[in-house]
């Protein structure tokens, strides 16, 4: 319970900014070029937070970091309601909230996934799924949540609403601090990060998770375009809609995985997915008509949903001593993937005069990678026992 509050407290800090951009716009003269900074510096700190976590983790102890993220965490959200109205420039009270609850994001995809991992369960990748999947669900509440206190109450009021996300990292400072927390590997068992890195299967590892990353957050991105195209709405309920249809659809996929994963072999699974989501991409961007381009955007966030913690599952049994280190490369290549993707498909689309379509096009060359190298997997690595 503790790491699915962790994953949702995750969701709160990289969904829940987002819905307010433009609200800081006009409640504190924020220019939006200013305000496009936010997810850069959130994601910044997130990939650095990943980096460092390979050299700090195992000497400072799990219990100790994943509290320690829930601490920041709530800190962040404290702060994003409060010191922008204390600091003289607003602007750069915002930015120093987002660093702090980015710091508690960044622990917790380093340290939740090994923490699971070192549960003992039978069905371990089962496990995984279901996990992320709480990432998903809280992706889905935070928008709705957020979308309907708005609607109540107003967003003039949204300070109380961000004192109340920060009510689920609280609590589970206090779930963290009592849970019982087993090791991934024991004390000087795990492989060094230069010993990690001379291994062939980390990078195979560590490319599939790159393209796992960039597949999942370039469509969830421009996911509201589609909405707004194909069904005629508002910007705003396509901001809202669009990513809310992606994280559904995601989140079952991780589900439905958790519970049928013991008669499914995860890396052909892995692989049926990745065939599906070069297949939504390519819907998405070819089909003449949006209402097909809408579809292939949901039905991309089923195809995407395992690919991630299957890729974490894959790791872990095929280097089983990669200890904490093995689990911060991945986040890091996940978190690279999922921040430079979306970046270049908007600058493609902005080259060809505008058109979304082309920049995701060319993005589809992420899920046939991905779908390369689980070819090269799935012929490589013997099946478990």
Same mark, same amino acid.
């Given at each position: 319970m503790a790491c699915y509050l962790g994953f949702v407290t995750q969701s709160i800090a990289a969904n829940f900014a987002p819905l307010l951009f433009l609200t800081f716009q006009s409640s504190y003269g924020i220019s939006l070029d200013k305000i496009a900074l936010i997810p850069v510096v959130f994601y910044l700190t997130q990939l650095l937070i990943d980096l460092g976590a390979t050299k700090f983790a195992d000497k400072i102890g799990y219990r100790v970091c994943v509290v320690a993220s829930q601490v920041v965490s709530v800190a962040g959200l404290v702060m +994003?309601?409060?010191l922008p109205e204390l600091l003289p420039v607003p602007f750069l009270g915002l930015l120093i909230a987002v660093v $702090? %609850?980015? &710091?508690? /994001?960044?622990?917790? *995809?380093?340290?939740? =996934?090994?923490? &699971? *991992?070192?549960?003992p369960f039978e069905n371990?990748? #089962?496990?995984? =799924?279901?996990?992320? /999947? $709480? %990432?998903?669900?809280?992706?889905? #509440?935070v928008i709705l949540g957020s979308t309907l206190f708005f609607a109540v109450f107003g967003t003039e009021h949204w300070q109380i609403l961000t004192l109340i996300w920060a009510l689920v990292p609280l609590v589970n400072v206090f779930q963290f601090l009592t849970c019982p927390i087993e090791r991934l590997v024991e004390d000087g068992e795990g492989l060094p990060p230069r010993k990690l890195l001379r291994l062939p299967l980390l990078w195979l590892m560590i490319l599939l998770m790159v393209c796992a990353g960039a597949s999942e957050a370039t469509m969830a991105q421009w996911a509201s375009a589609f909405t707004e195209s194909a069904l005629g709405v508002s910007k705003t309920i396509g901001d809202l809609a669009g990513p809310c249809l992606f994280?559904? $659809?995601? #989140?079952? =996929?991780?589900?439905? %995985? #958790?519970?049928?994963?013991?008669?499914?072999?995860?890396?052909?699974?892995?692989?049926? /997915?990745?065939?599906?989501?070069?297949a939504c991409y390519l819907l998405a961007s +070819? =089909?003449?008509?949006p209402v097909l381009g809408l579809i292939g955007c949901a039905l991309c966030g089923f195809s995407v949903g395992i690919l991630w913690p299957g890729t974490i599952s894959l790791s872990s049994q095929g280097c089983p001593k990669g200890g904490t280190a093995m689990f911060a490369f991945l986040a890091l290549a996940g978190?690279?993937?999922?921040t430079v993707s979306p970046a270049v498909v908007g600058s493609i689309s902005e080259l060809a005069g505008g058109n979304l379509k082309t920049g995701l096009l060319v993005a589809t060359v992420f899920p046939v990678l991905l779908v390369t190298g689980l070819i090269v997997l799935n012929r490589s690595m013997k099946p478990a026992d």
């Amino acid at each position: 319970m503790a790491c699915y509050l962790g994953f949702v407290t995750q969701s709160i800090a990289a969904n829940f900014a987002p819905l307010l951009f433009l609200t800081f716009q006009s409640s504190y003269g924020i220019s939006l070029d200013k305000i496009a900074l936010i997810p850069v510096v959130f994601y910044l700190t997130q990939l650095l937070i990943d980096l460092g976590a390979t050299k700090f983790a195992d000497k400072i102890g799990y219990r100790v970091c994943v509290v320690a993220s829930q601490v920041v965490s709530v800190a962040g959200l404290v702060m +994003l309601a409060v010191l922008p109205e204390l600091l003289p420039v607003p602007f750069l009270g915002l930015l120093i909230a987002v660093v $702090f %609850y980015a &710091v508690g /994001s960044g622990l917790v *995809e380093v340290l939740v =996934s090994p923490i &699971v *991992e070192a549960c003992p369960f039978e069905n371990k990748d #089962g496990a995984m =799924s279901l996990l992320h /999947s $709480f %990432y998903c669900w809280g992706a889905v #509440g935070v928008i709705l949540g957020s979308t309907l206190f708005f609607a109540v109450f107003g967003t003039e009021h949204w300070q109380i609403l961000t004192l109340i996300w920060a009510l689920v990292p609280l609590v589970n400072v206090f779930q963290f601090l009592t849970c019982p927390i087993e090791r991934l590997v024991e004390d000087g068992e795990g492989l060094p990060p230069r010993k990690l890195l001379r291994l062939p299967l980390l990078w195979l590892m560590i490319l599939l998770m790159v393209c796992a990353g960039a597949s999942e957050a370039t469509m969830a991105q421009w996911a509201s375009a589609f909405t707004e195209s194909a069904l005629g709405v508002s910007k705003t309920i396509g901001d809202l809609a669009g990513p809310c249809l992606f994280a559904v $659809f995601m #989140g079952i =996929s991780r589900i439905l %995985y #958790g519970k049928m994963s013991r008669k499914l072999n995860l890396a052909k699974t892995m692989l049926l /997915s990745g065939l599906l989501c070069v297949a939504c991409y390519l819907l998405a961007s +070819l =089909s003449p008509l949006p209402v097909l381009g809408l579809i292939g955007c949901a039905l991309c966030g089923f195809s995407v949903g395992i690919l991630w913690p299957g890729t974490i599952s894959l790791s872990s049994q095929g280097c089983p001593k990669g200890g904490t280190a093995m689990f911060a490369f991945l986040a890091l290549a996940g978190d690279f993937g999922g921040t430079v993707s979306p970046a270049v498909v908007g600058s493609i689309s902005e080259l060809a005069g505008g058109n979304l379509k082309t920049g995701l096009l060319v993005a589809t060359v992420f899920p046939v990678l991905l779908v390369t190298g689980l070819i090269v997997l799935n012929r490589s690595m013997k099946p478990a026992d």
